[in-house]
């Protein structure tokens, strides 16, 4: 049992009253930290006029906690059973339980300490009257009567016997001296003088009788009232003695504690734990049951746990010594130690915090902004670093997006976990602070993409760092919005400037990856739509290989930008395919030319559906343009061209009437009746509510796709006169381009 024996207690069972063994002469805790030498003086008599040297003060055993000599405020060791006597403090928190003044013999056997100490004084006083008499020789010794009496040679009678003399009565202190012991934390002596005070008041009441009336009855009134207010100047120093005993236990056990801050909150716990176990277990059933001991000892340790947190607070900590006080305060301290004591001892409700709430917050503050600076500048030294890498020949894989996230969680995962507002705080600050970072990091890659050097010298390693740029987007979106999520609601600015930032750098990256591409497949689209197209698919077979092999590089794109990137891909081939169809670079000018290229539009988006399938794109909307396309020009009457035509149009409802127009240029309809019904339809549906609204940018089709402008037809009345009317009845002469206005005629330049 080593803690019972730090505390004095050297049987694990609890004493009995009256029972408790006498101390050794030999005291392990003599020595108790902040006691000095002027506090030890002259105890007197009883009295009984026994001496009272031997005694102790509290003074001494307050130092041993009343832990160490398990002194019990108002009782006795070697008092009486239940049956006997107690103390005048013992009837008021006790109902019909009394104490005799020989409760507190147990005082009088544990306060040899002091008598020692006394004893030790009186050598040293001693010594110093024998060092004075060395200089003046020895003294010369005087014959006593007896031999001057009785010749040489003969022996000395016998000292007659000395009669003892009767024992001096002393009168008991006054209630003013034993208060003034009290204040000067005499309190085993004083709780002494008060039971003698009480012994008198007994015996004058005759014995607990009330008394008779008038001035006697008067003056035994005053006098319990006296003790009673004894008794309570006596329990509040009691506690003050129990805390000065809980800070020192606590001093005592941090400083050594290896880990800084956090290794020192830990040995504070075990020290708390410890100390309550044995004050529950060996301490408080000792105390009389009214005095609430427990209590008393639990507010003492928590009091002195405040005034070291508070010390702790008000130094400049580092970092993670904040997070490791904040974290104790909310969390360890509730959770693992009042959490394991009896909260119901407590007679006068819960405890106070430990930290005033303005001291949290402004710890919590100091937290926020170191925060702030140290990962924005840790996140520009990582970009930094990384940034380096960008235009080396060396394959380096990067860490940027690992970086940062591990930078940020390391501070959003510890706060929520000391509370929530905390967390909320925590997660706003390190948003914005991804904000301001990926603004920097859109710029920069701007600034790589604008180099035409980095494009020319490292075309591998240009296509290789761009898509190792684009997988750092989807890590880094997700941190932000799930700060988003834990944060404020002050937080979604920036959690839009985020997201804002990593479009730009996915659209750009995408882009140049768009482009890289399509620049090597520009000839063999190239040869589409010409007479060798229609009877050989050598132009398209060259579009599905070149796209086949350039998806296994892309493949190493992170899921989410691939998605997109595909989609991008699906419907820009698309638009480069449909693009010459629509400019006119073919015409069908029988219904059997009409047939076939029909009917190779239809191939030719079969293979291309098979091979973005392949690729995975999600963007099926793209597979029926092209059979809408092909069915307009293979449909020879009015009404089914123009149900095909209001199809095409709810289906990508950025088409307008040019690309109607230049489709049916492209079949031969030059029939103005005809014409007009079937541009009604695109019209009609351009000015209804649904094709009005333009479709967002990852859904545009036709407007990336420019079409000559449409031709006029040449009114009868014009040509009457100048050409002959079986000539306006060919179907090349129905409707004419667009002419021209002349350019002005310039000034002659003057010399």
């Not at 993670?320 to 009896?342: C, F, I, K, T």
């Not at 029939?671 to 479709?695: K, M």
């Amino acid at each position: 049992m080593p803690i019972l024996k730090s505390l004095g207690v050297a049987d694990p069972k609890v004493p009995r009253a009256g029972t408790l063994p006498l101390r050794s002469s030999r005291n392990p805790f003599e020595e108790v930290p902040g006691l000095e030498e002027d506090e030890v003086g002259e105890l007197g008599s009883l009295p009984n006029g026994t001496s009272c040297r031997r005694r102790a003060t509290l003074e001494k055993l307050a130092g041993l906690a009343p832990f160490r000599l398990g002194w019990t405020p108002g009782r006795r060791a070697g008092s009486p059973g239940d049956g006997q006597s107690r103390s005048f403090l013992g009837r008021v928190l006790t109902p019909g339980i009394r104490r005799s003044s020989a409760d507190f013999g147990l005082l009088a056997r544990l306060q040899g300490t002091r008598a020692q100490g006394d004893e030790e004084v009186a050598g040293e006083a001693a010594r110093r009257l024998a060092f004075l008499r060395l200089g003046r020789g020895p003294k010369p010794r005087r014959a006593s009567l007896a031999e001057r009496v009785v010749p040489a040679g003969e022996a000395a009678p016998e000292p007659p016997p000395k009669v003892p003399e009767p024992p001096k009565m002393k009168e008991p202190l006054s209630v003013l001296e034993i208060l003034s012991l009290i204040q000067q934390r005499e309190l085993a002596r004083a709780d002494e003088h008060i039971l003698e005070l009480e012994a008198e008041e007994l015996a004058s009441s005759g014995g607990g009788a009330p008394g008779p009336p008038g001035a006697e009855g008067a003056a035994g009134g005053r006098r319990a009232r006296d003790v009673a207010l004894l008794y309570e100047a006596l329990q509040p120093r009691w506690a003050e003695a129990v805390a000065r005993a809980a800070r020192e236990r606590l001093e005592a056990a941090a400083p050594g504690a290896p880990g800084g801050l956090a290794g020192q909150l830990e040995a504070l716990r075990a020290r708390l734990l410890e100390d309550m176990g044995v004050v529950r277990g060996r301490l408080a059933p000792a105390y009389p049951a009214g005095l609430g001991a427990f209590g008393v000892y639990l507010r003492g340790y928590h009091g002195a746990l405040a005034d070291w947190l508070g010390a702790a607070a008000r130094r400049r900590l580092p970092l993670a010594d904040r997070y490791a006080l904040l974290h104790w305060h909310n969390q360890v301290y509730p959770r693992e130690v009042l959490g394991l004591v009896d909260l119901v001892a407590l007679e006068n409700g819960e405890l106070g915090p430990l930290l005033s709430p303005g001291t949290l917050r402004g710890l919590e503050d100091e937290c926020v902004t170191d925060v702030k600076a140290q990962t924005r500048a840790a996140l520009l030294r990582v970009l930094q670093e990384n940034e380096e890498h960008w235009g080396s020949t060396e394959e380096q894989p990067s860490s940027l997006a690992q970086d940062v996230c591990e930078l940020l969680e390391e501070h959003t995962e510890r706060a929520p976990r000391i509370s929530q507002e905390f967390g909320e705080r925590m997660a706003h600050c390190c948003l914005g602070g991804l904000a301001e970072f990926l603004q920097s990091f859109q710029q920069r890659v701007e600034r790589f993409h604008e180099n035409p050097g980095v494009r020319e010298l490292l075309p591998d390693r240009y296509i290789s760092r761009t898509i190792s740029l684009v997988n750092c987007g989807p890590p880094l979106r997700a941190l932000a919005e799930r700060l988003a999520r834990v944060g404020p609601p002050e937080s979604e600015p920036a959690r839009e400037a985020a997201a804002s930032a990593l479009d730009r750098v996915t659209r750009l990256c995408h882009r140049v990856l768009a482009d890289l591409l399509f620049q090597e497949l520009q000839p063999h689209f190239n040869k589409l739509m010409r007479r060798k197209w229609l009877n050989s698919p050598e132009a398209l077979d060259g579009i599905v290989g070149t796209l086949g092999a350039q998806a296994l590089a892309l493949r190493r794109m992170q899921d989410e930008p691939y998605q997109a990137l595909v989609a991008e891909l699906h419907r820009r081939a698309l638009v480069e395919y449909v693009r010459p169809l629509l400019r006119g670079r073919l015409r069908c000018r029988s219904a059997r030319t009409r047939s076939r290229v029909a009917g190779r539009l239809r191939e030719d988006a079969a293979q291309l559906q098979r091979l973005f399938r392949r690729l995975e794109s999600q963007a099926s909307w793209l597979d029926a343009v092209v059979p809408h396309l092909a069915e307009i020009l293979q449909l020879e009457d009015t009404p089914s061209i123009q149900v095909e035509v209001g199809v095409l149009v709810r289906d990508y409802p950025d088409i307008r009437r040019k690309h109607v127009a230049a489709l049916l240029d492209i079949r031969g309809l030059h029939n103005t009746a005809a014409r007009q019904e079937i541009l009604a339809v695109a019209r009609d549906l351009e000015l209804s509510e649904g094709g009005a609204l333009s479709p967002p940018r990852d859904r545009a089709f036709f407007s990336d796709i420019s079409v000559p402008r449409p031709p006029f037809c040449l009114g009868l009345p014009l040509f009457l006169g100048r050409l002959p009317l079986s000539r306006l009845t060919r179907p090349g002469l129905a409707c004419l381009p667009r002419l021209r206005p002349p350019f002005p005629s310039r000034p002659p330049t003057q010399r």
